[in-house]
């Protein structure tokens, strides 16, 4: 499975980026999604998830309320909107996949995923 997230880019606070994140190999629909962010010097951290059956979505606290994540079957893909965006939302965003259908605690933990996306970059600043 190979993931493909693009998206990012700089904009100032309060803006908004939506991302997307596209498999080869796969539909999402077969598996768990996550999105992961890193910023410069600290380590990676969950940012939102989906589970394999049914739509629920999962969010770091630091997102929740602002970030939105979903499921495109029409496109085969996974997007991120991510609104009221601020400076320490900087960092790089990474797409993550897994054939399982995790139980609730496992969503946001970086060694459920066993695919990983390239990361695309994301700037916050004015």
């Known amino acids: 499975v190979q993931l493909q997230a693009s998206g990012g880019g700089l904009v100032q606070p309060g803006g908004s980026l939506r991302l997307s994140c596209s498999a080869s190999?796969?539909?999402?629909?077969?598996?768990?999604m996550g999105w992961f962010r890193q910023a410069p010097g600290k380590e990676r951290e969950f940012v939102a998830g989906?589970?394999?059956?049914?739509?629920?979505?999962y969010y770091g606290d630091s997102v929740k309320g602002r970030f939105t994540i979903s499921r495109d079957s029409a496109k085969s893909t996974v997007e991120l909107q991510m609104n009221s965006l601020k400076p320490e939302d900087t960092g790089v965003y990474y797409c993550?996949?897994?054939?399982?259908?995790?139980?609730?605690?496992?969503?946001?933990?970086?060694?459920?995923?066993?695919?990983w996306g390239q990361g695309t970059q994301v700037t916050v600043s004015s």
């Open positions: 993550a996949f897994t054939d399982s259908n995790l139980i609730l605690s496992a969503v946001s933990a970086r060694s459920s995923y066993h695919y």
């Open positions: 989906l589970r394999r059956r049914g739509s629920s979505t």
């Open positions: 190999g796969r539909t999402f629909s077969s598996g768990s």
